[in-house]
């Protein structure tokens, strides 16, 4: 069976279409939504498919070594779903809610057709395992970080240099690319060795 472990990290929609991004919330705000300040409803589109970017997307296949797709939104998802064809396991850190259903997101966006139809159904371990929801064992209120499994588990933490998701975003904007795709690749180094441990499957 072929596992792929992977992670991406995301930044918000381009600057040129902040005006856009107004308008949005403008509207939420005319509308009674708690939407905040306008810079922070920037910031949050790192997290919302239908205007965040994907900025990198680190992956391994088994026990191989980690690659890294970068550049072009577009050519990182084709890329992305080419790998995917012959994946029979998906394998990340909150993936459920986030990394891979981002995939999806901006797939759909930007027109790129998944090769993959996945099954986004709960409490299951395939064809998507998610560390996160394995971890809580699918509690309502995940908690958790994939640094604190990592203390937990006696590996390095991916949390430690000086990038972390909170700091992607300037990062890309100050052009510091190369950091944020090796800090995207430890994550998926550090998933993979928290994966191997809570499936039992390190020795192997």
């Known amino acids: 069976m072929s596992k792929l472990f992977f992670d991406i990290e995301t930044i918000p929609i381009e600057d040129e279409r902040k005006e856009t991004l107004r308008e949005i919330h403008k509207r939420k705000t005319d509308d009674g939504k708690k939407v905040g300040e306008f810079e922070d409803f920037f910031a949050d589109t790192s997290f919302n498919g239908a205007f965040g970017r994907i900025a990198c997307l680190s992956y391994a296949v088994d026990d191989n070594s980690v690659k890294t797709l970068c550049g072009d939104e577009r050519k990182i998802l084709q890329d992305f779903w080419e790998v995917a064809k012959t994946i029979d396991l998906f394998i990340g850190f909150n993936i459920m809610d986030f990394d891979l259903r981002f995939i ?9 057709k998944p090769t993959k139809e996945l099954s986004f159904a709960r409490y299951q371990k395939f064809p998507i395992y998610d560390v996160l929801c394995e971890w809580v064992k699918w509690a309502y209120i995940k908690k958790g970080t994939l640094h604190e499994l990592a203390v937990a588990f006696g590996f390095p933490s991916s949390k430690t240099g000086e990038i972390e998701g909170k700091d992607v975003a300037k990062a890309f ?4 690319i190369k950091e ?3 800090y995207c690749e430890k994550d998926v180094e550090v998933t993979r060795k928290i994966y191997k441990k809570m499936t039992f499957s390190d020795s192997e």
């Open 104 to 112: 999806y997101q901006r797939s759909m966006i930007l027109g790129i």
């Open 173 to 176: 904007k100050d052009g510091r």
């Open 180 to 182: 944020i795709c090796e």
